[in-house]
């Protein structure tokens, strides 16, 4: 059922098993910026033994029509409209980084929508520099370059960086300048006592790009939310060290389920 209504709608997408059990939670996972529903290859399948995975491509980015946003809330309304389209209960939502936002922002306005929340080398504020902002549309190769060279921990696989940067080159200039600029203008320091929603927050120690003290921020604004640093990994920890990831990631849900 979940498959036929994501043909019809066009979206791309990747997901573990085609026929989902009505016995196990459904994990619905959000790519960040620039990015496309491969970045959870290490989750998809590892984990469908325990959940329903399912990952999304946003609009305009991997197989989903697009054009792609420029704020948060727009991506958050389009998931909360897909979301309402593909479930009748509510689902556990992960994101990463610019995903992350569109979660946080998904769990303020769409919170019936949702089961718990898993937040991933996100903040509450995801600030840009201005130099990137610009250069991804003028130095575009070269600054995606130099983003995904912060984006791993020191001494990471270079292959593993390689391909990081080729997805994201994939995507091309304007989404993923958009993608940044909506992540620039995303600030919800304010309201995040609103979210009243079981919450994983988790992100590796050496992320220099959404650092700890971030994740730290948002596990001190949400009530009841659980945090997990995970030691020597980066910005993409669920890619990193992806045993220890799932693992977290299987605890919260089964524990918040049954």
Request: hydrophobic share 40%; proline share 5%; charged share 25%.
């Amino acid at each position: 059922m979940v498959l036929a209504k994501l043909k019809d709608l066009k979206i791309g997408f990747m997901m573990g098993h085609e026929q989902f059990s009505e016995k196990k939670p459904t994990l619905v996972m959000i790519h960040g910026a620039g990015g496309r529903s491969q970045i959870w290859q290490g989750q998809i399948n590892p984990l469908k033994h325990s959940l329903n995975t399912l990952a999304l491509d946003l609009p305009g980015h991997g197989k989903t029509n697009g054009p792609g946003k420029n704020r948060v809330d727009e991506y958050a309304h389009w998931l909360g409209e897909i979301l309402s389209a593909l479930f009748q209960e509510p689902v556990f939502l992960m994101g990463h980084s610019m995903g992350g936002a569109i979660v946080q922002e998904t769990a303020l306005l769409y919170p019936k929508l949702l089961k718990g929340i898993i937040l991933e080398g996100t903040g509450p504020r995801l600030q840009v520099a201005p130099m990137f902002l610009e250069n991804f549309l003028n130095r575009f190769e070269e600054t995606i370059d130099t983003v995904i060279g912060y984006a791993y921990a020191p001494g990471a696989d270079q292959s593993m960086i390689r391909e990081g940067a080729k997805l994201m080159k994939e995507a091309g200039p304007k989404v993923v300048h958009d993608d940044f600029l909506a992540c620039d203008r995303f600030d919800r320091r304010k309201d995040l006592e609103k979210i009243d929603l079981p919450c994983l927050i988790i992100c590796g120690e050496k992320d220099m790009l959404t650092p700890p003290s971030l994740s730290k921020g948002l596990h001190e604004s949400i009530r009841g939310s659980m945090l997990k640093i995970l030691p020597s990994v980066g910005h993409f920890a669920m890619i990193e060290n992806y045993k220890a990831f799932n693992q977290s990631i299987r605890d919260f849900i089964l524990a918040v389920y049954k």
